[in-house]
């Protein structure tokens, strides 16, 4: 066979793969947004089923022979078909190299740990948790090394979520990032200026959806290839042919869905984005959690909190809610949307303090990997740790350590990913600003389109061709570094809150 | 191998395959409820690769090997082993004997043909969509030959849909329904009673919802394991496990939604009432399409458009809508219930005469696969028809031949089912009654569990047990005939229209 023929060949299992992963992923969707209370049952022998099917397609032998020949007829093969056969390879050995009976087990201790942890985490009690933590913590170490990791387990895990991306990396990023973070963080909380709790009350659910709906479309995503729902946890899920985005509403927090919203947006973009003839490989796929990341943070902070934003979006708002707004001075509702106070839990912390969870959870993950941290003492670390960190002890471990689901799945190495998207937001953001003057003006007017246009043409067009390093390196010429996101939260936050 | 092991094996087989079709189920209702406007290439692409591995799985030759061992050991078998194996062989067959090529090309047409009509149906223009039905027709024929049915493709056809039933017995049923029927018709229309079109309007979706759902409940929908969407044609998928219904809203006809909603709660009663524990097999499956619809209908009609029933849910209307209702009479009320105007819309059309919508399409199937009658000429031989039948001719082919979806899909001989449901319903009511003289005042205490129950026990319990014919001999004791039909229609209709 030629390699045309043999490269072809590949293309058309990569492409089946692609259709039953998606389908798989919209079970997903469903399961989230639709499944009816006592429906569980059904949808896990779905899901089992489906996954079966993926791994059975994902491992079949033929695309083992694919891509044996192609490996030595490489000097044939164009950059864009190496980049296509370097990922399906990455693919194939992540599917084959694990034994049935390992893929069996961590699938049954996905499940025992997601209610171990969910019990513990209700009676805020981490002892009977920790048994099944240090499982966790073995399995993935043990699954490192079939994948040959067996050196660099920690490594494995990050590279599983960012390619590229190593532990020592982010260990430079994040030390340099903390040293410019914490005296911030202590600046702006020990200001008098303070973001009144009780400014916004009232939002109907049908107002918020409007104004979310006419911001996001202005923001260019593309309803006609996507839609938004409400799930218990909002996500964005599917690919550019058919985005599944989610959200929640709370009636007085109408800015905690709007910028949830944005931020499932900027994911959704990404996805849009990408070639859409190549979803089915390596060129038609994000690059990465950290620059995905990057796209969401970017759209919903760099973009979402700016004043350019609110002097368009403003007027809209408060035409949409005009009894709930008429007590509210504009630079009581910005002063809203750039609310700074640390708190325990991750997931409602604000852009700032969000990257201290980070760098707390990385460096305990980095100590349990590395074996210095016994699982028996992570309440402990982690309350130190949150203490240093955020100024804040939590009162229990549900405040603390048992509040994130992911490591009771095995999701380690999974958080810095979100860290790494804000620096990398900050990097490309002061980039395109050089490349785009104009731009806050165009905000202003509600002209979002060359922003986006840009990043199609620097970021989404370019799939998973280069990892987030390499690809920051390219676009803006200098290797990532944490100081854009300090030098952004700074001009940001500082005349806000220490004018 | 023992028997039993056999049997256990072909078990494991059949619930593998019932997961993998509830899948591709789902997608169908996604694609329905909530497929972005330019999704429709992505799904075709997902329904085309689901469509493949349910026809691996349904046709593993294994499967085969199984049902061959099986068919030596008959003796062997328990009586519900049995049925579960005679469908299990028809389903292999039907699995085994269409080439994968061909089951490829089905499902991406019926996908391409489900948008074909839509757009032709939107700018009410035949022309373009007549391709795509001759293509329909030949693919059925082509199956029917694939199935050993070239003789009688349109029996092929309906024994799809209905087991065990024919063109020539429908045919029969049909000719002695339409002659007690036409004059029926006539007698209620040239009446000086006439509903008033205008007796209800302003109706807000919210408030429909809100009391079909109460409705919908009361007569013993479990929302706990289904739910009820938007769409532009309704309809009921899924199984007992997670039953997804739609409907559609008008706001100036609630009863067309409340009497939709009822009629798909049947078909999800029915999938409720089925042997949860056996969904994978024929003892856990619905009888055909014909017993299918004697339950939407007789939930609808025998039950819904009953005085008992609106003696318990006319207050209960009112006070959901006390402004619209105000105006109304219980005598223009329920009229409005029991409207009887001929109209060119099958699903808008009153319960007596739906069974010339139906007589009509079945005739000119037949005209169709008989050959008799080109596509081209299908506009012109359906207005012909709508007047001969219903004296009334359709303004453009949306209110004609474009109106209904299903042989944008290739589902020909299914039409005749809404019909034969009809009279089953009307038998089966009749003998209930006998069982339960006082059913009535029952229902007019809102108490619609004796007939559930009885449904449960008499029709869901004998899942695909017995075909349409048996059945209804079966439980009551008569060979299925359209004059109990006949006789509710009258017993209804003539008190209302020529007291």
């Known amino acids: 066979m030629s390699t045309d023929t ?51 397609a994902a491992g079949n032998p033929r695309v083992g022979e694919l891509l044996k020949e192609l490996a030595k007829a490489t000097v044939e093969l164009s950059a864009d078909q190496q980049v296509v056969v370097r990922e399906a390879r ?49 399995m993935a170490k ?47 909380t020990s200001s008098c200026v303070k973001p009144r709790n009780d400014v916004l009350v009232g939002f109907s659910v049908e107002g918020q959806l409007k104004f979310l709906r006419e911001v996001t479309e202005k923001l260019g995503f593309n309803y006609r290839r996507g839609r938004i729902d409400v799930s218990l946890h909002p996500f964005c899920s599917g690919n550019g042919a058919d985005i599944r985005m989610t959200t929640r509403f709370k009636e007085d927090e109408p800015l905690s869905s709007l910028f949830g919203s944005i931020h499932e947006t900027g994911h959704g973009l990404y996805e849009q984005g990408l070639p859409q003839a190549h979803h089915a490989t390596a060129l038609g796929r994000a690059a990465g959690m950290g620059v995905h990341e990057s796209q969401s943070r970017m759209w919903e902070n760099q973009v979402g909190r700016s004043r350019a934003f609110w002097q ?117 953001w002061y980039f395109a600003l050089t490349q785009r003057p104009t731009l806050m003006d165009e905000f202003a007017r509600g002209d979002f389109t060359w922003l986006l246009k840009w990043l199609q043409t620097n970021v989404h067009a370019e799939g998973k061709r280069y990892d987030a390093l390499t690809l920051t390196k390219r676009i ?14 700074r001009e940001r936050y500082l005349p806000l809150y220490c004018a």
Chains 1, 2 share one sequence.
């Open 142 to 188: 043990q699954e490192a090394t079939y994948l040959g990791w067996g050196d660099r387990p920690y490594d494995y895990m990050i590279d599983l979520h960012d390619p590229g991306m190593s532990a020592a990396v982010i260990d430079k990023l994040f030390s340099e990032l903390k040293v410019g973070l914490v005296p911030l963080v202590q600046q702006i």
């Open 6 to 56: 043999v490269y072809s060949e590949l293309l058309t299992h990569l492409n089946r793969i692609h259709r039953i992963d998606s389908v798989a992923s919209l079970l997903g969707w469903d399961e989230q947004v639709n499944l009816p209370a006592d429906s569980a049952d059904l949808r896990a022998e779905q899901n089992a089923v489906m996954a079966e099917l993926a791994h059975e």
């Open 312 to 428: 368009y979006f403003e007027p809209r708002f408060r035409e949409t809610f005009p009894a709930q707004t008429s007590g509210v001075s504009s630079d009581e509702l910005y002063l809203a949307v750039n609310k700074v106070a640390p708190t325990l839990i991750r997931v409602e912390a604000d852009e700032i303090t969000y990257n201290l969870h980070i760098i707390l959870r990385f460096e305990i993950e980095q100590q349990l990997f590395a074996g210095t941290l016994a699982v028996a003492d992570l309440p402990r670390a982690w309350n130190d740790a949150a203490q240093a960190m955020l100024g804040l002890t939590p009162a229990n471990d549900r405040e603390g350590v048992l509040q994130d689901v992911h490591w009771s799945g095995g999701a380690f190495g999974y958080f810095p990913s979100y860290c790494l998207g804000n620096m990398i937001a900050a990097q490309l």
């Open 90 to 138: 990455k693919d194939y050995d992540r599917a084959t190299k694990l034994p049935a009976e390992f893929v069996r087990e961590k699938a049954t201790q996905a499940s025992v740990g997601y209610h171990a942890w969910a019990k513990a985490r209700a009676a805020a009690d981490f002892a009977g948790y920790a048994p099944v933590l240090a499982k966790n913590i073995t």
């Open 476 to 489: 803006t010429g200098e290797e990532l570094s944490p100081q854009p996101l300090l030098r952004y939260l």
